[in-house]
């Protein structure tokens, strides 16, 4: 499709359990984000790739998560060990690196 | 450090004008953005501003002043799906790249 693919786009987990989310962004975006949603708040930075700099990672809440980009597309976040507080909709967006980005639909996880 | 300011909650009534404002402090400025989510939906991108000025996009007009660090969205003919939060975003620095910051959201309510 043309736009940001996320799946899954529910994920109802166990406590202690680990999860992977995946991202595939709009074909020649060179920058990805990730953000993390809880309801009604706002948008909490995670994670960024910009082409082949490295990844600020500066957003990311504990050593449990981690993401990566491979091929300078496709990405996966991933949440070790998931605990409560790790409920939340997890949003992907893409951009060519300027001030507009293109948003998946996220993923919603509720751990257990 | 860097933040962006805006009110968390506007109401107004079908066919008013609405002025949203954000005020930001960061290190580096290329632009700032504008965007639009519904309940339970992704943000989506409305306007972008990188030089002073008013950006007319149908209702949607965007404002900025660099000096003043300071922009707004004004919202004209108001209707009742416009009812949503909506998002002030800097494109600024993070180390060599660029990064979007975020404010917190503004809640629109638009009552009949």
């Known amino acids: 499709g043309a736009g940001v693919s996320q799946s899954p786009s529910n994920k109802v987990t166990e406590k202690g359990k680990d999860v992977e989310l995946r991202c595939d962004p709009i074909?020649?975006?060179?920058?990805l984000y990730w953000y993390r949603q809880s309801l009604g708040q706002g948008l909490e930075f995670l994670i960024y790739?910009?082409?082949?700099?490295?990844?600020?990672k500066s957003g990311l809440p504990s050593d449990r998560f981690s993401a990566e980009r491979t091929g300078g597309s496709v990405s996966t976040l991933t949440i070790q060990r998931t605990q409560q507080e790790d409920s939340a909709v997890y949003l992907c967006?893409?951009?060519?690196?300027?001030?507009?980005?293109?948003f998946g639909e996220g993923s919603r996880l509720t751990v257990l | 450090g860097q933040s962006l300011e805006q009110p968390s909650e506007v109401t107004a009534v079908e066919g008013a004008i609405v002025q949203i404002n954000c005020t930001y402090q960061?290190?580096?400025?290329?632009?700032l953005s504008w965007y639009q989510q519904h309940d339970g939906g992704a943000p989506t991108f409305l306007s972008y501003?990188?030089l002073d000025g008013l950006e007319e996009t149908g209702r949607f007009s965007s404002f900025l002043s660099r000096s003043d660090s300071y922009g707004y969205l004004l919202l004209q003919e108001l209707q009742m799906k416009d009812s949503a939060s909506y998002f002030c975003?800097?494109?600024?620095?993070?180390?060599?790249?660029?990064?979007?910051?975020w404010g917190l959201g503004t809640s629109l309510a638009v009552n009949p």
């Open positions: 960061t290190s580096g400025f290329y632009g």
């Open positions: 074909s020649g975006h060179t920058a």
């Open positions: 501003n990188a």
């Open positions: 967006a893409s951009s060519r690196g300027g001030g507009e980005l293109f």
């Open positions: 975003a800097v494109s600024g620095h993070a180390g060599n790249n660029r990064k979007l910051i």
């Open positions: 790739f910009q082409g082949n700099s490295a990844p600020d």
